[in-house]
């Protein structure tokens, strides 16, 4: 019994090290210190998988924010975090496969992507699936809508580590 006790305060422990650890992470990249976010960020995302973390490390390459500005290195980071349910990932890496940011163009994928997004309810992606879904064939939609449903099956789950438990 008290090595269950133990055990289950030293894994309470750790959770809130981690939600510390990735607050810390936000505050100094609001701030404009990236190489702290960086440092509080990478361990999370690495050892932890820590959805939200993924996500930000993929804006700060996305943007060069602490680090040279490097687009496949965004989309590694975007899909870490995509796959989890983060849906301004999905978005992010939705738009790059729109434009051929980092990864091959593919509008079928942008599509698919962006509907993900849309289903856990992020409004810019909902209007960009309707405004991609004009540039795609008939046959290139309904290969998209396919696609689309195979994405929204296996990740259109909020992660976990929710925002609202930062």
């Known amino acids: 019994m008290k090595l269950r006790l133990f055990a289950l305060g030293l894994l ?3 959770a809130l090290d981690t939600r510390a650890d990735f607050n810390d ?3 100094a990249l609001m701030t404009g210190n990236y190489e702290k976010a960086l440092s509080q960020f990478v361990p999370l995302a690495e050892t932890a998988d820590h959805a939200y973390a993924q996500y ?3 804006r700060m390459y996305a943007d060069g924010q602490g680090v040279e500005k490097n687009s496949e290195t965004a989309a590694k980071w975007y899909r870490k ?3 989890k349910g983060v849906a301004d990932a999905q978005l992010r ?5 729109q434009i051929g940011d980092g990864v091959p163009r593919d509008m079928e994928a942008a599509y698919a992507w962006y509907s993900v997004a849309a ?5 810019k992606a909902k209007v960009a699936m309707e405004e991609s879904s004009k540039l795609l064939s008939a046959e290139e ?3 998209a809508q396919a696609f689309s449903a195979e994405l ?8 976990a580590q929710t925002s609202q438990s930062q």
């Open 12 to 14: 309470a422990a750790i």
């Open 25 to 27: 992470g936000v505050v």
């Open 56 to 58: 930000f490390i993929g």
């Open 81 to 83: 975090a995509s796959v």
């Open 93 to 97: 890496l939705a738009g790059q496969y």
């Open 119 to 123: 289903t856990l309810g992020n409004a």
């Open 141 to 143: 939609l309904k290969e």
């Open 152 to 159: 929204i099956e296996n990740y259109a789950k909020a992660p």
